[in-house]
């Protein structure tokens, strides 16, 4: 059994009600449902954070260093454009993790599409709304097994 962890960035709280013709109308809440689903059927741990705040972020993974995670996902929202901040203390956890995005980002505003995590990132999924979740997830679970 491994644990795996979910951190989502600024404004994902507001998933289903902000922008649905960007970032679809499921709300993180179901989101995370369906994600811990998937988890308990192949016997994994699931769990999530969602802060707006960038310091509960990086305190997350601080503790995720120690505590046994195996694998994140993460959708760091605003700050995948802004955070050096973020992207060490990513980098110090020495976790793998995949980025995900509901939107995507290569066709959207030019400051968008410079993600200070994908080239440390096991992979990236973008545009393909919520199910980019689950398809990380199902990545994650092939990455584990082998």
């Known amino acids: 059994m491994a644990s795996i962890l979910a951190l989502h960035g600024p404004n994902l709280n507001l998933l289903g009600t902000r ?26 741990e699931y769990s999530h954070l969602q802060s707006n705040a960038e310091s509960e972020l990086v305190d997350r993974l601080h503790l995720a260093r120690i505590d046994g995670t195996a694998f994140i996902i993460v959708n760091f929202g605003g700050f995948t454009h802004t955070s050096v901040t973020l992207r060490d203390a990513i980098l110090a956890a020495e976790i793998p993790f995949i980025e995900v995005h509901l939107s995507n980002l290569h066709a959207r505003e030019e400051f968008r ?34």
């Open 19 to 44: 922008e649905p013709h960007i970032y679809g109308s499921d709300t993180l809440d179901n989101i995370n449902q369906r994600l811990l689903e998937q988890c308990s059927e192949v016997g994994h």
């Open 113 to 146: 599409r410079k993600s200070y995590f994908a080239d440390i990132a096991v992979g990236s999924i973008v545009g393909l709304g919520a199910q980019g979740y689950e398809l990380a997830l199902e990545a994650i679970f092939r990455k584990l097994s082998i």
